[in-house]
């Protein structure tokens, strides 16, 4: 996986591991937030349980599924799977959290996007984040992490979180990368790119992110899908801007564009 470290994140990781406490990390949308926890897992060769927050999620949505319904049809119907119908573990199915409190080596759990949810809902996981255990309602079993998991937790600034939530964690902003940084990511994912095309894409890429008024200016992974075109098309871009649509997202901003450029 490409991905470059900054020495800043690289020390959040760090302080996150020494104080055994979630890493949140906050920056706007296509900063590389997600892919961190997915290179850091691949790159120590850890497993990685990955939670993607959607509105409706509730804590218990991370930690384990009962399913009740298997369990009713199992009971009235002919059960040729194997499963216990009077054993509620044969219906338990653990979710991302779960999965990394009961793994029995050091992992990595994402829980992407945490923003998106209910304003209660990072209050809601702080026993089990601090504690790395919970208990199964309907067996009374105990998961308890022995290998406490490293958890990556993201979010793009939508609402603010909970004081408590932010107490428990290690903070670290993902500001855009400037012009060299951005050139040893762009380099990461395509090699030994002509460097003049690359210089005429970065200059218009920059030029774009100062227009204030964009409803979305385009981001780290707008550029690489715009670069992966222009690579490929062997074109060099000039003040035509070709293939913007890999870069903006709306017609409101293409208007803004034709307007600057």
């Not at 199992?74 to 009961?102: H, T, W």
């Not at 937790?153 to 500001?175: G, K, M, Q, W």
């Not at 964009?214 to 000039?238: A, C, H, Y």
Request: glycine share 4%.
């Amino acid at each position: 996986m490409n991905y470059v470290l900054a020495q800043d994140l690289e020390q959040a990781i760090k302080v996150a591991e020494i104080t055994e406490r979630p890493l949140l990390i906050k920056g706007e949308p296509g900063t590389g937030k997600t892919l961190l926890a997915q290179y850091y897992a691949k790159k120590n060769n850890f497993p990685i349980y990955q939670w993607h927050i959607k509105s409706t999620s509730k804590a218990i949505d991370g930690l384990y599924f009962y399913d009740a319904l298997t369990r009713l049809n199992d009971s009235r119907f002919e059960n040729k799977s194997g499963r216990d119908v009077e054993n509620a573990d044969d219906y338990i199915r653990l979710q991302p959290m779960g999965q990394a409190f009961a793994s029995d080596k050091k992992s990595i759990l994402l829980i992407d996007e945490i923003d998106k949810a209910d304003v209660e809902f990072p209050n809601d996981l702080l026993l089990e984040l601090d504690k790395m255990e919970f208990t199964i309602t309907e067996t009374g079993k105990m998961i308890k992490a022995q290998i406490r998991p490293l958890v990556f937790i993201t979010s793009n600034n939508e609402r603010d979180l909970p004081d408590a939530f932010l107490r428990r964690c290690v903070f670290h902003y993902i500001n855009f990368p400037e012009w060299d940084l951005m050139t040893k990511i762009v380099e990461a994912h395509f090699g030994d790119v002509d460097k003049k095309l690359l210089t005429n894409a970065l200059d218009i890429f920059y030029k774009l992110r100062e227009i204030d008024d964009f409803t979305k200016k385009p981001s780290t992974s707008e550029l690489i899908d715009w670069l992966t075109v222009l690579v490929r098309q062997g074109t060099n871009p000039d003040k035509t801007l070709p293939y913007i649509g890999a870069l903006l997202k709306n017609e409101e901003d293409l208007e803004l564009v034709k307007k600057c450029f």
